[in-house]
């Protein structure tokens, strides 16, 4: 299960009504994320990557245990993955949100769309977080040494942001963030390394930091190379193609500095041989 991604622009305004909520973008805010999009070709790769990321768990778990991919934001929508599902026979489904850390508002929506749109007479069981499994740690940390960190760049790993609120009321997403950098970075053999976050919402409230951007800015003066390492998510998307690619490098730039990130798990085959010892976990 993931987030969802528009399969062109016109779809931008439904698309975001759906992030929303149900309440309607305005213009100016349409306009940015169409801008945003075309910027990494028009589209993001999100769709394509989790459905090769399936079909890469299902050639490791053979042909009678189905795997299907479902999103909260758009199509194919979670509720229309179980309803293929239960209509093939299925009376039990193992949920993976494809976010490492667990969150109230992130992958605790996933795990709600699928409770609310669960077909009778099936099952559902989830994964609520995989932050510290030693096969995602590895796959992270094999991402990182092909990387080749040079010793006068500064490792930063990154996550989505969320607001403060919630982790005021309880969240564990950013101690669970914490302890995956911490995990990785011991894999790798790194002793100093920062934490920023990344991809705040558009609202007035205040969300956690440091920001990225805030982070190369208060860094730049010592710092004149950063190696980013976005250890919240699994597949290139706009999070990683643009808020990173695009908008942290030229914050970078405006600093004099440069920044380039570590490649993205997508279908990194230790990635997938997580995800199929989490299902066979629950078998």
């Not at 850390?101 to 992958?107: K, N």
């Not at 609520?128 to 010793?151: C, G, I, N, Y």
């Not at 805030?214 to 193609?241: K, M, N, W, Y």
Request: hydrophobic share 45%; with cysteine; glycine share 6%.
């Amino acid at each position: 299960m993931a987030h969802g991604t528009p399969s062109s622009l016109d779809e931008m305004p439904e698309y975001l009504r759906l992030v929303r909520g149900g309440r309607p973008p305005s213009d100016a805010l349409v306009a940015e994320m169409r801008a945003n999009y075309a910027a990494i070709g028009g589209r993001s790769p999100l769709t394509d990557i989790s459905e090769a990321q399936a079909a890469a768990l299902r050639a490791r778990l053979g042909a009678d245990i189905p795997v299907a991919v479902g999103m909260r934001n758009w199509r194919p929508f979670i509720g229309e993955a179980l309803a293929a599902l239960a209509a093939a026979g299925v009376t039990r489904v193992i949920g993976i949100p494809m976010a490492p850390q667990f969150s109230t508002l992130s992958v605790q929506k996933y795990i709600d769309a699928a409770a609310q749109a669960l077909p009778d007479g099936v099952q559902f069981e989830a994964i609520e977080s995989f932050h510290t499994h030693p096969l995602l740690l590895d796959a992270f940390a094999e991402r990182v040494r092909a990387a080749q960190p040079k010793p006068e760049e500064l490792v930063v790993f990154t996550a989505h942001s969320l607001p403060v609120r919630a982790i005021e009321s309880g969240d564990r997403y950013a101690d669970e963030v914490a302890e995956t950098a911490h995990g990785v970075a011991q894999r790798v053999g790194i002793t100093h390394y920062d934490r920023a976050f990344q991809s705040a919402g558009r609202t007035p409230e205040p969300w956690i930091g440091p920001p990225l951007a805030q982070l190369i800015d208060d860094r730049s003066v010592t710092i004149r190379r950063f190696l980013i390492v976005p250890i919240g998510f699994v597949c290139d998307h706009t999070e990683i193609l643009f808020d990173i690619d695009i908008q942290a490098a030229q914050t970078a730039r405006e600093f004099s500095t440069s920044l380039r990130r570590t490649e993205s798990l997508n279908t990194s085959p230790l990635f997938i041989a997580m995800l199929e010892d989490l299902v066979r976990s629950k078998l």
